[in-house]
């Protein structure tokens, strides 16, 4: 592989890891993104990689849990192939804004059990508030990417 690849694998294993996800989530992601076939096996990645079997095992679940990739089977074959997923953004982020309406929901009944005021319960109130307010904000801006993205594109793609 060339080393630009590489160096990209790498590149995306260190921002994973910078966003509290393992560098190996990033680096087997990263050639996922990048390599020439539709889907690769569990053997593939790990000779790429080289990686053992229980970390790119753990890793390729951590990533499918998170809909980055997705599993692919293919017929009268019975390995499992990987690719990474075709989830578009807009229900990605409908599924993190699920999240932020759970965690919201937690941090709000977290203040009404707290008996006393105090910074924690500032902070509950506070964090639930925000995530009551980014989930309508979040509806509000996935259904105007929906309306613009096609244009956007089309500009990037001109310049």
Not at 85 to 92: E, K, L, R, T
Not at 126 to 143: A, N, P, Q, R
Request: aromatic share 10%; with cysteine.
């Amino acid at each position: 592989m060339e080393k630009e690849k590489l160096r990209y694998i790498e590149e995306a294993g260190l921002l994973f890891e910078s966003a509290g996800l393992t560098r190996m989530s990033g680096r087997i992601f990263g050639y996922l993104l990048i390599c020439d076939e539709d889907q690769v096996s569990f053997n593939q990645i790990k000779e790429v990689l080289k990686a053992s079997k229980g970390s790119i095992s753990t890793n390729l679940k951590q990533l499918v849990h998170t809909e980055f990739i997705e599993p692919v089977s293919l017929p009268g074959d019975r390995k499992t192939y990987y690719r990474a997923s075709h989830i578009h953004i807009g229900d990605i982020l409908k599924g993190r804004t699920k999240l932020m309406k759970s965690f919201s929901e937690m941090f709000a009944k977290g203040r009404r059990l707290k008996d006393r005021e105090d910074e924690t319960a500032e902070w509950l109130e506070e964090t639930s508030v925000f995530y009551e307010w980014i989930e309508s904000e979040m509806d509000k801006l996935i259904g105007r990417w929906e309306k613009e993205k096609d244009t956007i594109i089309k500009k990037r793609r001109a310049s």
